[in-house]
């Protein structure tokens, strides 16, 4: 069921290739630097394209799919996966657009993140509320002149401030402040729209290179037609655009996993230790071994959600089941790793302790792995409530 054409491993190949080159020796820098690096975005989508590829032809996109887009994300992961990330949201965000946009926002705002000469995030986090969507009190207000007024506070927005992000797309409450069940809408903000602020970048544990901000929006306007969706519709697309982010955010933790394995069973075939290998060390080898069932199973539950999503088949169980597994296993395939390589593994020389560092919050963002399996629990007909 797995098994991929050849086009499909000739896309891995080629993406592989480019990471192991370009990414995976510049790395640690980016890491240190803790700043977006965008020549390198720029540089990697001139070279091998890699935003086109889910995009529709007419678009300027390759008109390939989700299962593409993930396994040139697994390869950009497996270099670093905080450069997969910014490259997974720039992707999600234009896909949105995509499919909910209007004539307008996509002719105007696509092309440019499909030929990844440009970023855009989602907004949907706030300070009093992340898992909680409904806790979101960003309001936009309808003026007498027919514009939104926007007001409020997002937080932890990954690509909101970098030198190429073009837009943010901000999810606000639009119903009257009486309404008892508050309605969201979904706002395409241009970079540079007045009453818009972007913060301070964080200084973050992990993910350090990619481009992280709050924004203040302080009656930013904008008019209807930078609504995306259907007034009201706010809180649907961003669930429908977490739902599809689920593939990739399980290909990003996936690629890391890899990426430990790999480091770890090259370290073990090297090191000596007791007059051999540690690889002829049963118990080590029982960690690495640990470590390979850990990401297959991750590999397999990543692949299905990404075919079926193409397919237009992928339940809401399948998605949360690969995000859970994927991104709880990549800490555990990390820590695996990082025994492994013993006090080596803990000096930031190695990049063990960065993958440790970086996949810690895969377990929090995109819908936590509480709310996963919150999820799951629902879909397995238990009485679950997210109010
Ligand atoms: C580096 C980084 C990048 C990010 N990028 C973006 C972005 O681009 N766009 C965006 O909108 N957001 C982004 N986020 C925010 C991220 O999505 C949120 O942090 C995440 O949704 C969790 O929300 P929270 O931090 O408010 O935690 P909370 O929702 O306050 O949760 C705190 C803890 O409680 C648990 N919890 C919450 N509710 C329940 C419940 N009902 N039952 C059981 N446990 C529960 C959670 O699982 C978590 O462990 C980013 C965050 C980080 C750190």
């Not at 970098?162 to 901000?170: E, R, S, V």
Request: charged share 20%; hydrophobic share 40%.
């Amino acid at each position: 069921m797995f098994e991929l054409t050849q086009d499909q491993k000739n896309l891995q190949h080629t993406v592989r290739e480019w990471a192991q080159a370009e990414l995976a020796p510049r790395a640690y820098d980016l890491d240190k630097e803790a700043q977006f690096p965008t020549e390198l975005y720029l540089r990697m989508n001139r070279e091998i394209g890699v935003c086109a590829i889910p995009f529709k032809e007419e678009h300027g996109g390759v008109g390939l799919g989700v299962l593409e887009m993930s396994l040139a994300i697994e390869e950009l992961a497996r270099a670093d996966q905080t450069f997969a990330l910014s490259v997974m949201v720039a992707v999600a965000t234009g896909l949105t657009l995509q499919t909910f946009g209007s004539d307008m926002q996509k002719a105007k705002y696509l092309p440019e993140i499909v030929a990844g000469r440009a970023v855009g995030s989602i907004a949907g986090t706030e300070p009093q509320a992340g898992s909680w969507t409904a806790g979101f009190t960003t309001r936009a207000t309808k003026q007498t002149d027919g514009q939104w007024s926007i007001t409020g506070e997002k937080a932890f927005i990954t690509n909101s401030g970098a030198d190429i992000t073009a837009y943010n797309l901000i999810c606000a409450v639009t119903s009257a402040p009486t309404d008892p069940k508050s309605k969201m809408s979904l706002f395409l903000v241009p970079a540079g729209t007045p009453g818009v602020t972007i913060g301070k970048s964080y200084d973050k544990l992990g993910w350090r290179s990619s481009d992280t901000h709050p924004i203040y929006l302080d009656g930013a306007k904008v008019g209807d037609e930078m609504m995306v969706g259907n007034e009201g519709d706010g809180r649907y697309i961003v669930h429908k655009t977490y739902q599809s982010a689920r593939c990739f955010l399980s290909a990003c933790a996936l690629g890391l996993s890899q990426a430990c394995l790999d480091h770890s069973i090259a370290y073990a075939k090297d090191r000596q230790a007791f007059g051999r290998t540690l690889g002829g060390l049963q118990l080590v080898q029982k960690m690495i071994a640990d470590m390979a069932v850990k990401v297959e199973t991750s590999r397999l539950l990543a692949r299905q959600a990404a075919m079926k999503a193409d397919q237009g088949t992928a339940s809401i169980l399948e998605l949360a089941m690969a995000k859970y597994h994927c991104c709880e296993m990549s800490s555990e395939v990390a820590d695996l790793a990082l025994q492994v390589h013993g006090g080596f593994g803990f000096m930031n020389d190695c990049p063990i302790s960065r993958y440790l560092r970086d996949t810690r919050i895969t377990r929090i963002g995109d819908g936590s792995s509480q709310i996963q399996t919150m999820i799951i629990a629902k879909e397995l007909g238990l009485d679950v409530t997210f109010t």
